[in-house]
């Protein structure tokens, strides 16, 4: 065998491995990816069950993605000056609510938390996930010229997002 193929096998044989971790990740990414999708596309059961919910609030996008291996749906929606996420499985089952919350409506020690871990950030965004009966509250933060995520429990616990 020439040279020039043996050289080619011996890099293929370690860049196949590598090449194949790329792909498996990239289909990973693209199953936590959500798809935007037409509000008439969503299933009957979960838009009911939106309306009933939520009946003065105002659709403004939906999307499809997949939520521990199943798929749902997200309504994103305006009610007042509230801008709420609310996923669901396609049954009309309830998965989570995420909905933005003035700084003034937070738990105590939740806003002490994000003042003690970043005593000179700016809130730029401050969300309640309610998710069964748990609760906490996602932040992203304006701190030493980065933007940084972090969440809490009610008790100003840091909790993995």
């Known amino acids: 065998m020439p040279a020039l193929g ?3 096998l011996k890099t293929f044989a370690y860049a196949a491995p590598a090449l194949l971790v790329i792909d498996l990740a990239a289909i990973g990414f693209a199953e936590d990816q959500e798809q935007v999708i037409q509000c008439k596309k969503l299933p009957a059961a979960v838009r009911a069950a939106f309306e009933k919910t939520y009946p003065m609030a105002t659709i403004k ?3 499809k993605e997949t939520e521990r291996g199943k798929v749902a749906y997200e309504i994103a929606s ?3 000056n509230k801008r709420r996420d609310v ?3 396609f049954s009309g089952k309830l998965i989570v609510v995420e909905e933005t919350i003035s700084i003034r409506n937070l738990p105590a ?3 002490q938390a994000v003042d003690r871990k970043f005593p000179e950030g700016e809130i730029v965004l401050a969300e309640k996930l309610t998710r069964g009966s748990s609760i906490s ?3 992203q933060i304006r701190h030493k010229g980065k933007t940084v995520e972090i969440a809490f429990d009610p008790r100003g616990k840091e909790v993995e997002q």
Do not use: P
Request: aromatic share 28%.
């Open 6 to 8: 043996r050289r080619f």
């Open 61 to 63: 996008s939906c999307a």
């Open 78 to 80: 305006v009610d007042g």
């Open 87 to 89: 996923l669901y499985y």
């Open 109 to 111: 020690r939740v806003k």
């Open 137 to 139: 509250y996602e932040f």
